[in-house]
T-cell receptor, first 111, second 112 residues
C-alpha cells in the first residue's frame, strides 16, 4: 500500500486559503487519494477524494500533480471551525475498504 | 437521517469484564467498519464487514469479535477486557465501490 507523508502541523490565518500538502510518491495507477479530517475528538469527516483529475466540492479542492506523487488540499477561506487534524490517505486497489490512517497533520486556524 | 450511531458514548470496565459496542447506520450502506484510536495516534482498523453476512480482520483484531447482525447493525465485542483496550472506538459505514466512509461519534472506553 502506498504511504503518505504530511507535515506534522500548520497554521493559517482565518479567511485565508489553507493549502495542505501530502506526498505519496509510491502511489500506483489505480489508487485513490482521500482526505478526511477529525475535529477535536469527533469521528473523522470525509472531505474529498480523487484519482488523477483535480476535484472540487462544497468543502474543498483537491489538486493532484500530473505524476500523482503529491497532492494539495485547499480550503479556500479557512474558518476557526476548520481547526482539525487532516488525514491524507491513499486507498489500495481504488476501494475505500481499507483506509490506513497515519498521524495526520494538525491545522490551526488563527483569528 | 441519523447517519452512524454508536452506543454507549462512554464506558468504564474492569479488567476481565466483557461488553458489546453497538453500531447502526441508516444510510443503506453495504460495508461497515470498526476502528480504534489511541491518544495521539491515527485510527487503526479492527474488523470490517464488506457486506451483510461477511466479516474480515483488520490491522488489530486480537481480543475482539464482531457480528454483522443485519445490513444496519455491526457490533464489536470484548470478551475479556484488558487495560490495553482502553481507547476510543469508531464505527463507520460506506456504500459499495469507491466511496467514502462515514463515521459515528465514537465510544470512549476505559479498562481499569
Amino acid at each position: 500500500d502506498a504511504k503518505t507523508t504530511q507535515p506534522t502541523s500548520m497554521d493559517c490565518a482565518e479567511g485565508r486559503a489553507a493549502n495542505l500538502p501530502c506526498n505519496h510518491s509510491t502511489i500506483s495507477g489505480n489508487e485513490y487519494v482521500y482526505w478526511y479530517r477529525q475535529i477535536h475528538s469527533q469521528g473523522p469527516q470525509y472531505i474529498i477524494h480523487g484519482l488523477k483529475n483535480n476535484e472540487t466540492n462544497e468543502m474543498a479542492s483537491l489538486i493532484i500533480t500530473e505524476d500523482r506523487k503529491s497532492s494539495t488540499l485547499i480550503l479556500p477561506h479557512a474558518t476557526l471551525r476548520d481547526t482539525a487534524v487532516y488525514y491524507c490517505i491513499v486507498t489500495p486497489q481504488g476501494g475505500s475498504e481499507k483506509l490506513v490512517f497515519g498521524k495526520g497533520m494538525k491545522l490551526t486556524v488563527n483569528p | 437521517n441519523a447517519g452512524v450511531t454508536q452506543t454507549p458514548k462512554f464506558q468504564v470496565l474492569k479488567t476481565g469484564q466483557s461488553m458489546t459496542l453497538q453500531c447502526a447506520q441508516d444510510m443503506n450502506h453495504n460495508s461497515m467498519y470498526w476502528y480504534r484510536q489511541d491518544p495521539g495516534m491515527g485510527l487503526r482498523l479492527i474488523y470490517y464487514s464488506a457486506s451483510e453476512g461477511t466479516t474480515d480482520k483488520g490491522e488489530v483484531p486480537n481480543g475482539y469479535n464482531v457480528s454483522r447482525l443485519n445490513k444496519r447493525e455491526f457490533s464489536l465485542r470484548l470478551e475479556s477486557a484488558a487495560p490495553s483496550q482502553t481507547s476510543v472506538y469508531f464505527c463507520a459505514s460506506s456504500p459499495i465501490g469507491i466511496r467514502p466512509q462515514y463515521f459515528g461519534p465514537g465510544t470512549r472506553l476505559t479498562v481499569l
